[in-house]
């Protein structure tokens, strides 16, 4: 199905004259799904909710989204946060059936949970002032259960969650990631890293195994590409021995990628949610996200 965007004028503060800024709050299991954003000949979860939004409101044209993150192909989500601009008369006419519209099209791997009009200034990108994801590992040697499978990764190796997280408090701050991140031209690798976090959390009620999974919690005001992946690998080195505490830290101010540090696999990374400000500071974080960013000695 021909899916044309509507044309209108690039905006900072809200949606173009006559349009209503609508966020979504959504979820997807990513393993069919060749990451967010559209792309040519390949399923994407963003295509498949333009294209539902298209039909569910017997549009001409379609209305592209703008979301709080890129996950790649095989990410899963479940805090999700996404915004289109609809034309006030369509909004009218359809938001309050548009989220059961939404569930009886969309496939069973994507949901839209919640739907509502968006407050002024507000844009799922650059409006968010942190991105929360769990990455999951099970280190059962017997292996991951079948039916956790598609979100939990299985490391060979029993992991040491104390260690893992003493190295990774030298990398909580704001730094140069390039050494975590795949480079992409045009774009800082500066981030601020809030949080980098292990624990036990018992494995899922209804699995055959008793045990526990290595659970990392990953919190920061943006993420470059690979950047959690290549963090979870790193700290899995030094989890099961085989690299010292320091190793993440010396990797993070070498500011080259490292080959030692694997980007494990996409299905055991889940975005779990998305942080806001203040409904009055949305406009000035939207204007103060779209800078680009430098170290101090930098400028």
């Not at 539902?52 to 993150?69: D, E, M, Y």
Request: one cysteine or more; glycine letters at 10%; proline letters at 5%.
């Amino acid at each position: 199905m021909a899916n044309d965007c509507a044309e209108q004028p690039p905006v900072k503060d809200g949606p173009a004259e006559g349009f209503r800024r609508i966020r979504l709050d959504l979820a997807y299991h990513g393993a069919d799904f060749s990451g967010w954003a559209r792309q040519r000949g390949r399923r994407t979860v963003q295509e498949e909710i333009e294209n539902a939004l298209q039909i569910v409101t017997r549009s001409a044209i379609g209305f592209p989204l703008t979301v709080a993150g890129r996950t790649d192909a095989g990410v899963h989500a479940r805090g999700q946060v996404a915004h289109v601009d609809l034309p006030e008369q369509l909004w009218a006419e359809h938001g309050e059936k548009l989220l059961r519209r939404l569930a009886g099209r969309l496939p069973a791997d994507v949901r839209v949970y919640r739907v509502s009009e968006a407050p002024h200034g507000f844009d799922a990108r650059f409006a968010a002032i942190w991105r929360r994801y769990a990455y999951r590992v099970a280190d059962h040697p017997g292996g991951v259960d079948p039916l956790l499978r598609g979100h939990v990764l299985w490391h060979d190796r029993p992991l040491d969650v104390e260690k893992m997280n003493e190295a990774a408090r030298l990398l909580i701050g704001e730094h140069d990631f390039a050494a975590y991140c795949k480079k992409r031209e045009g774009a800082t690798t500066i981030r601020t890293l809030l949080e980098l976090h292990w624990e036990r959390v018992p494995i899922d009620t209804y699995a055959a195994q008793e045990g526990s999974l290595a659970v990392a919690t990953v919190r920061a005001d943006a993420f470059c590409h690979n950047m959690v992946r290549s963090l979870v690998g790193a700290m899995l080195l030094v989890g099961d021995g085989h690299r010292p505490l320091d190793f993440p830290g010396q990797v993070l101010a070498g500011r080259v990628r490292n080959s030692a540090v694997n980007v494990v696999r996409p299905h055991g990374l889940t975005l779990e949610e998305v942080g806001y400000p203040a409904d009055g500071e949305l406009a000035e974080r939207n204007r103060l996200a779209r800078r680009m960013r430098t170290l101090p000695g930098q400028d």
